[in-house]
């Protein structure tokens, strides 16, 4: 694989079960992001690892849940879904020099009924 | 606070310029950076600025001008395919983006 891999691809899910996004990259990027993307909004940041081992809350952490057990693995958790999780989750990564830019995966569309 | 401002949507002609803005507020702004994003898809990166100036990568070129809080992206001799939406994202002191709604650009023939 070259780049950021996601699955599953698109999910329906009912309110109340547990869910976990899958993100691989194969980059060696240190740093992993991920974002939710709603209609009208710019992305907003769910959780973010600057290096294996590390995590960050981002500006929509409520409901999430993250771990970076190695450099290319980041998978985003919701424990409990509810509807208001309904969304284009994307994850993305980036190396810590120069211009840092962000690389996305292509992206989860997740639908809790 | 943070934020990022960019018109919502806009039209042009298949062959010509067009300029789309962008203005920023953002706590110890270290980058501004533009991506593409085609229905359906993932951001792909189009651009960045650190410094004040124009920066020009093909048919594409990308202005900021930091005391002002203001970027634009322009595209040049449009094609059908550039219909797609633009997202403009500051960098903060954290290393942190901020993201633009993204402006829906629409090609016409």
């Known amino acids: 694989i070259a780049g950021i891999t996601q699955a599953p691809t698109s999910q329906i899910l009912a309110a109340g079960r547990r869910m976990t996004l899958r993100c691989t990259q194969d980059m060696r990027h240190n740093a992993m992001y991920w974002y939710r993307q709603d209609l009208g909004l710019g992305l907003r940041l769910i959780h973010y690892?600057?290096?294996?081992?590390?995590?960050g809350k981002g500006e929509v952490p409520d409901g999430y849940s993250v771990s970076r057990a190695n450099t290319d693995d980041f998978p985003l958790t919701l424990a409990s879904a509810v509807p208001s999780q309904t969304s284009v989750y994307f994850c993305?990564?980036?190396?810590?020099?120069?211009?840092?830019?962000?690389?996305f995966g292509p992206g989860t569309r997740l639908t809790v009924l | 606070g943070q934020n990022i401002d960019q018109p919502t949507e806009m039209t042009a002609t298949e062959g010509a310029i067009v300029q789309i803005n962008c203005t920023y507020q953002?706590?110890?702004?270290?980058?501004l950076f533009w991506y593409q994003q085609h229905a359906g898809e993932a951001p792909t990166f189009l651009s960045y600025n650190v410094l004040d100036g124009l920066e020009e990568k093909g048919r594409f070129s990308s202005f900021l001008s930091r005391s002002k809080g203001y970027s634009y992206l322009l595209l040049k001799e449009l094609q059908m395919k550039d219909s797609a939406s633009y997202l403009c994202?500051?960098?903060?002191?954290?290393?942190?983006?901020?993201w633009g709604a993204g402006t829906k650009l629409i090609i016409k023939p």
């Open positions: 690892s600057n290096t294996a081992g590390t995590t």
């Open positions: 994202a500051s960098r903060d002191s954290n290393y942190q983006l901020i």
């Open positions: 993305a990564s980036s190396g810590l020099a120069g211009s840092n830019t962000q690389y």
């Open positions: 953002t706590s110890g702004f270290n980058g």
